[in-house]
């Protein structure tokens, strides 16, 4: 009788494991650190599939820190490609910077090796296109460059975790540059998935995608002196998000959309964790850290991507990404629902978060917006608008339940 | 019973797990203090902004609207950061400024000063658009972007826009250099007087078969 319960407890004590995702990463000691894979099931994933080295990976960053403990066997290689500074792919070594070394922590830290963290693929196979100089900056024909390498090169799943300030409006209409979007349709036209980080300047991207850019032109008089530079709107465009790109904003660990995230469901498709999130460090072959930005809710998504198109080799790149936004983020795309400027009396976001709200057969009564401050910036009055469901508003979270 | 019981021994098991993958944490290369220190260095800055829409309807009142007199004291601890100055804006303004021009201000009220810098993050000459408005406490930045100065991408497709496009490109003095990929070249100029970037690109633009002539954006991580 004894035996039997305590075979029974064990049995139990397993299952729970089981359920928790503690059976199957249990000897890495940083993987409780790593709130996400509990948020997003990523035991679920797991139990199925956890060797992603069929589906070539590339990290388009800083480059990586190929030497880290927690990567090294997970690398192509000894070094990655670098296309920064006007290369086009000689070899590097390492990530001066950092941001690729925390990157591809999340796609593929080596799993359940006793140490540090784990990365949704325990196995896999991943290459640094470094694409961004060691000050954390770069161009986007060099990043183009290396999408436009990487595709010749068998590339199927690419992290972009970088962009541009949005605030001006650079691209006239469109999330990224026309040199960005013609590589990546290359690349999506050669059957890989692109993930891109949707950038932290807490902005709805539907409006900057809507609203025409901005050039300026010199218009003269007879003379030199008589010129002026005149500030000219462009028109708008249709925004074009390219074949097999996916675009991630970022959530914290109450699933809520974090603050710093964009969004907007004109170009961002889901979100993933990516506040106070861990992976791994360049400081040294053995550190780690946390850090927040959608820079890191991409990877996890491009770590997902991998996992899927590693399960079901097969399938073709929109299937996976049907696979990961119908089963795996199956909830409303983030909306407009958060404190914000707007122009006074100009509540057309206000309404469409409530036209959404009702759809999910929600009130609208309790997404409303109060004034709190209002101003008068150029020649528009704009308003401050707090909204006390703001930054609680469940994000279309990547969830790994139900993973085949 | 036994459910609560299994339940126990696993909340025990994990309690002691994470006691001792706190002990690991603080014996890693990086203290528990450097990591902060880090994630404090690091951690993005969380702030709203906004883009301005014009409502013309409503009527002014000594330039402001009457329903707004009251409460255009801005309650500045409130409000949000319009603008995050990135590390990208601040490595630019630390090099040598080689011209600086500004714009009239147009129909939004917006006015644009573009500058050239000597050399930029991504270590070439760089021009930086900044966008400013008039707001309750002076001259604001509501937007930036910077690029590279002395060239613009372009792509061209088809053969009949080759002696058009050369013929424009002599004419600006500049020079047509092909990149890796396909169909895209690089038109080398003198980008010392800004504007001449916003002018190249413009008229390229419009120059059959070029199917987009823009320039060279500065991206940073994200």
């Known amino acids: 009788m004894k035996t039997s319960i305590y075979i029974l407890g064990v049995l139990g004590f397993g299952l729970i494991l089981l359920q928790t995702g503690n059976l199957h990463a249990q000897n890495d000691p940083l993987i409780g650190s790593q709130w996400h894979h509990t948020n997003m099931n990523s035991s679920a994933a797991w139990g199925r599939q956890t060797d992603c080295r069929g589906t070539l990976v590339g990290v388009f960053d800083t480059g990586i820190r190929y030497s880290h403990d927690d990567l090294r066997s997970n690398m192509i290689g000894s070094s990655g490609l670098n296309f920064a500074d006007g290369q ?3 070899a590097v070594a390492t990530d001066v910077q950092g941001h690729g070394t925390f990157v591809a922590g999340f796609i593929g830290a080596v799993g359940n090796n006793g140490i540090g963290v784990t990365g949704l693929c325990w196995q896999s196979a991943i290459s640094a296109y470094k694409v961004l100089a060691d000050n954390g900056s770069g161009n986007f024909s060099w990043a183009a460059n290396a999408i436009y390498a990487a595709a010749s090169a068998g590339i199927r799943v690419s992290n972009h975790s970088y962009g541009a300030n949005l605030q001006s409006n650079p691209f006239a209409g469109q999330f990224w540059p026309s040199i960005l979007i013609t590589a990546l349709q290359a690349s999506g036209n050669s059957g890989a998935i692109n993930v891109f980080a949707a950038g932290n300047n807490s902005v709805n991207l539907n409006g900057f995608v809507t609203a025409g850019g901005v050039t300026v032109t010199r218009v003269c008089g007879s003379g030199r002196s008589r010129c002026s530079n005149v500030r000219v709107t462009l028109p708008p465009v249709t925004p074009t998000i390219p074949t097999g790109v996916v675009v991630a904003a970022a959530s914290q660990s109450d699933r809520s959309l974090a603050s710093f995230s964009n969004y907007g469901g004109q170009v961002v498709h889901l979100s993933a ?12 072959n053995t550190s780690y850290a946390t850090m927040s930005g959608t820079s890191f809710a991409s990877p996890i998504v491009a770590g997902a991507v991998a996992l899927i198109w590693s399960r079901n080799p097969s399938w ?14 199956p909830q409303p795309v983030i909306t407009a629902v958060r404190s914000e400027w707007t122009i006074v009396g100009y509540d057309t976001e206000q309404k469409r978060v409530c036209v959404e709200q009702q759809r999910r057969g929600r009130s609208c009564q309790k997404w409303g917006y109060r004034q709190v401050q209002t101003a008068r910036y150029g020649n528009a009055d704009v ?6 469901q703001a ?10 339940s139900g993973f085949r | 019973m036994l459910g609560a019981l299994l339940f126990f021994l696993n909340r025990s098991q994990v309690d002691a797990e994470l006691n001792k993958k706190e002990a690991l944490a603080e014996t890693d290369n990086q203290s528990s203090s450097s990591i902060a220190k880090q994630k404090a260095e690091l951690s993005l800055e969380a702030s709203a902004s906004f883009q301005p829409r014009i409502d013309h309807s409503k009527k002014l ?5 009457a329903d707004l007199a009251a409460s255009e004291s801005l309650d500045k601890s409130k409000a949000p950061k319009i603008i995050p100055y990135s590390r990208i804006l601040n490595l630019i303004k630390k090099e040598k400024l080689v011209q ?31 966008d400013w408005v008039e707001g309750p406490s002076g001259s604001e930045l509501i937007g930036w972007t910077a690029m590279a100065a002395d060239y613009v991408m372009i792509k ?13 490109i002599q004419e600006f003095g500049a020079k047509i250099t092909p990149t890796p990929i396909p169909g895209i070249y690089k038109v080398h100029f003198d980008g010392t007087d800004p504007i001449r970037l916003y002018e190249i690109k413009d008229n390229l633009k419009t120059v059959a078969g070029v199917d987009f002539a823009e320039p060279d954006y500065i991206m940073g991580i994200e």
């Not at chain 1, 964790?273 to 040294?284: C, E, F, I, L, Q």
């Not at chain 1, 073709?316 to 983020?329: G, M, Y």
């Not at chain 2, 009142?61 to 609207?65: L, N």
């Not at chain 2, 497709?157 to 058009?164: M, R």
């Open chain 1, 88 to 90: 086009h792919g000689s």
């Open chain 1, 273 to 284: 964790p990516g506040r106070d999130v861990v992976s791994t460090s360049n400081a040294s």
């Open chain 1, 316 to 329: 073709t790149a929109s299937a996976v990404i049907s696979e990961l936004l119908n089963r795996h983020a």
């Open chain 1, 383 to 388: 308003s401050y608008t707090s909204n006390p």
């Open chain 1, 391 to 400: 930054g609680k508003v469940m994000s279309g979270e990547l969830n790994l």
């Open chain 2, 61 to 65: 009142v000594d330039g402001k609207r």
């Open chain 2, 100 to 130: 600086k021009v500004e714009t009239l201000t147009d129909e939004k009220g917006v006015r644009s000063t573009l500058s050239v810098y000597a050399n930029g993050p991504t270590k070439m000459r760089t021009t930086l658009q900044e």
């Open chain 2, 156 to 168: 061209i497709s088809g053969s009949p826009a080759a002696s058009e496009l050369a013929g424009r």
